[in-house]
């Protein structure tokens, strides 16, 4: 299955260290279960988004 997952910052730099840190987030065993699945981490992004 495939999910969206939305990035947004003020500045692409700020957008880089976001991607940098949930791809390190997720590639640590550690922080994975059933809770900080892919799914419920992309609908976080999606429906928790503060609009501009």
């Not at 990035?7 to 700020?14: P, Q, R, V």
């Not at 791809?23 to 809770?35: P, T, V, W």
């Amino acid at each position: 299955m495939k999910y969206i997952i939305p990035f947004s910052a003020k500045s692409t730099a700020a957008l880089k260290r976001n991607a940098f840190n949930l791809f390190h987030f997720l590639s640590d065993d550690e922080n994975l279960s059933d809770k900080t699945s892919i799914e419920n981490i992309a609908y976080t992004l999606q429906v928790g988004r503060d609009a501009p």
